[in-house]
């Protein structure tokens, strides 16, 4: 049984943005302190990705672990209540990033999910960007 109202909750799932989250803004403020330059949402690219680096070819999606289910992260627990839905929405959630991930690299693009979670701790955020981005040094003028 859920602890509030079905009005309350309401409220509170609506407040909940799609972009310009923390998350998204955490990882986008280390990128450009690392030297990376990059373009927002581009709506020519499947899923409109969070962070595009154009003339790198690589994407960076940034997942919220509870609506993109990280797999074995606390954060992605599943409400008690109305059930059927949530797994319903969440396994829509998946198969959408799984499709627009395959599409992504289907039309040449490297592909990186950083998980809300991982945000936590920016210098080893930082250290696996380095190693999983092909061919993406910095820029020589980062700080």
Not at 23 to 37: C, I, K, N, Q, W
Not at 130 to 135: C, G, T, V, Y
Request: charged share 30%.
């Amino acid at each position: 049984m859920d602890r509030i109202t079905p009005e309350h909750r309401s409220w509170n799932m609506s407040r909940i943005r799609s972009g310009n989250t923390k998350p998204e803004r955490l990882v986008r403020s280390l990128l450009h302190r690392m030297g990376y330059r990059f373009r927002l949402h581009r709506k020519d690219l499947p899923g409109r990705p969070d962070i595009v680096l154009p003339g790198r070819r690589a994407v960076v999606l940034v997942h919220g672990c509870y609506w993109h289910r990280h797999s074995g992260c606390r954060f992605a627990y599943t409400p008690k209540s109305n059930l059927a839905f949530w797994q319903d929405k969440f396994n829509e959630n998946v198969n959408r990033d799984q499709r627009q991930y395959a599409r992504l690299r289907e039309l040449g693009w490297s592909v990186i999910t950083v998980w809300e979670c991982e945000t936590k701790e920016l210098t080893t955020l930082a250290e696996r960007l380095l190693r999983e981005m092909p061919n993406l040094a910095p820029s020589p003028t980062a700080c």
